[in-house]
Nanobody, 119 residues
């Protein structure tokens, strides 16, 4: 059974930084495409960032480009999201997700971690 556990959320002032972590167990982490998503109250869940199994390719939503950085450590089964220059509109529950090779969709999800950015 694949499990994803996020951590690192919290309350931060606008302009501040947070680093989210997601540890994956029970699967073959090194083969997964990993992603971060977020969902604000009353809004649909949206894609934030993604990273290929090798870490060579990364993808970002336009709203976070230049501020957020996704990375992974396959030796630690962990994916990270470094968030800088945070804005109040970044407030949301952040989820990490895993996609098995060639499946085309994220199958495994964490429980989420709350990020609140105050103005």
């Amino acid at each position: 059974q694949v499990q994803l556990v996020e951590s690192g959320g919290g309350l931060v002032q606008a302009g501040g930084s947070l680093r989210l972590s997601c540890v994956v167990s029970g699967g073959t982490f090194f083969s997964y495409t990993m992603g971060w998503f977020r969902q604000a109250p009353g809004m649909e869940r949206e894609f934030v960032a993604g990273i290929s199994w090798s870490g060579i390719s990364t993808y970002y939503a336009d709203s976070v480009k230049g501020r957020f950085t996704i990375s992974r450590d396959n030796a630690k089964n962990t994916v990270y999201l470094q968030m800088n220059s945070l804005k109040p509109e970044d407030t949301a529950v952040y989820y990490c997700a895993a996609e098995e090779p060639s499946r085309g969709e994220y199958e495994y999800w964490g429980q989420g971690t709350q990020v609140t950015v105050s103005s």
